[in-house]
């Protein structure tokens, strides 16, 4: 049972304009989740987090949103650059998983110039 | 660098010889964590570690598999009698304390290939 899930495996947008990238968990439990991009050939590289405590967070260009009572959380990227076209993976963790991360499938983007 | 460095970062293996992966967690860390990514797919935890002692290893495959995090050195991930589902790209994290809400900073991976 896939608990955290991308449903969008991939998004293009023109450089310039807002990536909105999706993220949904089931297990009511989750109440820190993160956003991580991944290049080819690297490992995962931390963006942003938000606390169940809060519904968003920003930093520069990036915004994460969380709705609790949908259980839904997106990133706003604006504005979008060349440079972002990579994979985003969400990351969820609760109270009765300890430290252990739950990654959702991931959703490439990528931005046309 | 001060970051999550892992090595090899290419192995390949043939079917039951034996794969050991290193990560040296980032200065001042002493929380280690060990992924799995298969292709096309999300990262899946294996194993926490602090420092001499396994904290979760919910993750961790029930044979064949093992990880330990010695006082001194870096973490090793030990896969024995690897068999060709065994191959996937194996990520370290680590991170500054066992909070749950502290960030996990990754290295850049070991791409294990069983032939």
Not at chain 1, 5 to 33: A, W
Not at chain 1, 93 to 106: E, I, R
Not at chain 2, 37 to 55: A, S, T
Request: proline fraction near 6%.
């Amino acid at each position: 049972d896939q608990q955290v899930k991308q449903n969008s495996p991939s998004l293009s947008v023109q450089e310039g304009r807002i990536s909105i990238l999706n993220c949904d968990y089931t297990n009511s439990m989750f109440d820190y989740f993160l956003w991580y991009k991944k290049y080819p050939a690297e490992g995962p590289t931390f963006l942003i987090s938000i606390s169940s405590i809060k519904d968003k967070n920003e930093d520069g260009r990036f915004t994460v949103f969380l709705n609790k009572s949908a259980k839904h959380l997106s990133l706003h990227i604006v504005p979008s650059q060349p440079g972002d076209s990579a994979v985003y993976f969400c990351a969820a963790s609760g109270a009765n998983a300890g430290n252990m991360l739950t990654f959702g499938g991931g959703t490439r983007l990528m931005v046309k110039p | 660098n001060a970051g999550v460095m892992q090595n090899p970062r290419h192995l390949v293996r043939r079917r039951g010889q034996e794969a050991r992966l290193r990560c040296s967690p980032m200065k001042g860390h002493s929380h280690v964590y060990w992924y799995r990514q298969l292709p096309e797919e999300g990262l899946k935890f294996m194993v926490y570690l602090q420092k001499e002692n396994i904290i979760d290893e919910s993750g961790m495959p029930k044979e064949r598999f093992s990880a330990e995090f010695p006082k001194e050195g870096p973490s090793i991930l030990r896969i024995q009698q690897v068999v060709r589902g065994d191959s996937a790209a194996y990520f370290c994290a680590s991170s500054r304390s066992g909070g749950r809400q502290e960030t996990q900073y990754f290295g850049p991976g070991t791409r294990l290939l069983v032939l």
